[in-house]
């Protein structure tokens, strides 16, 4: 298998305090890794390394084989990574209509008139939204627009998804519907997903393989049944001492 993400001994402190220690991990072109962990292991800063929003201050990040941050040196700029990301906050343009928020990524990369129409109207179907082009972000409802903020990371076409805990501010039986949405998506699109959580009913659901973090660590690493049993070991072992 190819590998697309390269973590090598990737260490980042915050004021001196460690909140990434000497991490490595591959991740392969296609895979739908899931990041699980409680909240302040250095689950976001993880996937913003990746984005190439912040560096690493010790160890080597590459993707596609080639380098992208190098001991504490930005080799690659985000721009020029080929990542989509998607926020919990969405980050969706408040004044621009659900179209506009789609279409400006690819006006950025200078694409051509007739091929950003043929890719936003495509993006729009597969989501479901036709009807909601010209509304504006506050006139959707949260499922809406976090299929939108889904959609403006999806368009471009990106090697890698990286998303940090895009369904935590939505309810149960909508983030069941956006799963699946997420899973269509990615599968028909092949793309390399790496998802940020703290909920393992949703690592569970997405993963094909699910990394379990602490502290700046990685805890365990592997298929969704090795990772369950682990947390069930965990519970009993836990039960025993309390
Ligand atoms: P998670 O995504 O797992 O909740 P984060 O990566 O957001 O964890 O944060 C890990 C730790 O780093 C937390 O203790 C957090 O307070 C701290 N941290 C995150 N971003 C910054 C920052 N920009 N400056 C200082 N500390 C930060």
Redesign the pocket.
């Known amino acids: 298998m190819e590998i697309i993400v390269k973590i090598e001994n990737v260490s980042k402190s ?2 001196k ?1 460690p ?2 220690r000497e991490m490595s991990l591959d991740i392969e072109k296609g895979e739908r890794v899931v990041i699980l ?12 390394m990746i984005a190439g929003f ?1 560096h690493p201050d010790k160890g080597r990040l590459s993707i596609n084989g080639k380098s992208v941050a190098d001991n504490g040196k930005c080799i690659i700029e985000p721009e020029s990574r080929q990542v989509g990301m998607v926020f919990q906050d969405l980050a969706l343009w408040p004044h621009m209509t659900s179209y506009k928020n789609i279409e400006f990524g690819l006006k950025m990369k200078k694409i051509s008139k007739a091929e950003i129409k043929k890719r936003t109207d495509t993006i729009f179907e597969k989501i479901q939204m036709t009807r909601f082009k010209n509304a504006y972000p506050g006139e959707l409802s949260g499922g809406q627009q976090q299929r939108v903020a889904l959609a403006r990371a999806l368009v471009t076409r990106p090697k890698i998804l990286l998303m ?2 895009p369904l935590s501010s939505l309810d149960t039986d909508l983030r069941q519907v956006l799963m699946r949405g997420i899973l269509r998506l990615q599968e028909e699109l092949a793309t390399t997903m790496i998802y ?1 959580t ?1 909920d393992r009913e949703e690592a569970f659901s997405l993963a094909t393989r699910v990394v379990v ?1 602490e502290f ?1 660590k990685i805890k365990k690493i592997g298929i969704v049944s090795e990772i369950k049993e682990l947390l069930l070991e965990q519970q009993i072992d836990d039960k025993k001492v309390s």
């Open positions: 915050y004021n305090t909140v990434i962990g409680p909240s302040g292991c250095g689950k976001t800063t993880l996937l913003r912040i940090d805990e940020v703290h973090m700046g």
